[in-house]
């Protein structure tokens, strides 16, 4: 079975601050100012450390959002990580890049372009995206993707057999430490996990990084159940909010002993530029 493709419209965002104060307060108790939540964010890249702003869930790049909620949510839920974006108006018309990723807060797709057209880009401009991979099945192996165009599989750590799935990832994150997103539906919320530069085997995480989030099912709304094990993408950088953090998109859920992942702290892994650009390459346009 084939999946087909879809034209999406999204509206560049522009960020929103609700009520009449700037501040949000963190987990300590004091307040802070988001920057960075939302809109176009500029110097924030694929490979920077998820810990590395003084920002609010900074994602790398541009959120599109749409005027519509029915077409924000379809927007959101069918949009994949690796699916191709151009930029219909404004300044930066002509621009191409990729989704990156997805948040909630009733749905936004992140979108990577380059730094000097994100710097041209306003909000309000229209970006087309061309939709596919939501609904894709891997052959024999036993459990579900999502949120992911297939054809940047072959880019990432990951070997697809009869017996599942083995993925390289950057570190192992437990159910408990799963904040905002848990209840929601994955293919339209990203999951938030309570970790620092402290928590041991996370500190050096990085935006495109993959993780296991082990006894978390994604395949409705997100939850803890035992003997599940969920991959995910990471998708925007640390928050000081309480039950807040860095953004974990799900892309691979299924049984534990289904998807069997390896940790490598060390290695430079998951998504970048350079596999977006190979993918881009080997497709026909």
């Given amino acids: 079975m084939t999946s087909v493709a879809m034209n999406l419209l999204g509206v560049v965002e522009h960020p929103g601050i609700s009520g009449g104060s700037p501040y949000r307060v963190d987990a300590d108790g004091r307040p802070y100012v988001p920057v960075g939540d939302g809109g176009i964010v500029l110097g924030v890249r694929l490979g920077d450390s998820a810990y590395g702003f003084e920002a609010d869930h900074a994602a790398p790049g541009a ?15 069918y949009a994949c990580v690796g699916n191709e974006v151009i930029v219909r108006t404004g300044a930066a018309a002509g621009a191409r890049g990729w989704v990156t990723g997805k948040r909630g807060e009733a749905g936004r797709v992140i979108v990577l372009l380059g730094q000097d057209d994100l710097a041209r880009l306003r909000p309000g401009d229209q ?15 036993g459990v579900e993707l999502l949120n992911l165009d297939p054809e940047l599989l072959p880019y990432l750590p990951v070997t697809v057999d009869a017996d599942g799935v083995e993925v390289t990832v950057r570190g192992v994150i437990p159910s408990r430490l799963a904040g905002n997103g848990l209840g929601r539906p994955a293919h339209m919320w990203d999951l938030d996990v309570q970790t620092g530069p402290d928590t041991p085997g996370l500190a050096g995480l990085r935006l495109g990084d993959l993780v296991s989030l082990d006894d978390v099912d994604v395949r409705y709304n997100m939850g803890y159940r035992r003997g599940r094990r969920t ?29 069997r992942v390896t940790a490598s702290p ?20």
């Fill in 63 to 77: 959120c599109l959002v749409h005027p519509d909620p029915a077409a924000r949510h379809a927007l959101t839920a």
């Fill in 127 to 141: 970006v087309s995206v061309r939709a596919s991979g939501q609904g894709a099945r891997l052959p024999g192996a």
């Fill in 231 to 259: 991959v995910g993408l990471v998708v925007h950088g640390d928050s000081p909010q309480p039950g807040h953090g860095p953004g974990v998109m799900p892309f691979i859920t299924g049984p534990a002993e289904r998807v």
């Fill in 266 to 285: 060390r290695d430079g892994l998951g998504l970048t530029e350079g596999a977006l650009r190979r993918m881009r390459g080997a497709r026909p346009r």
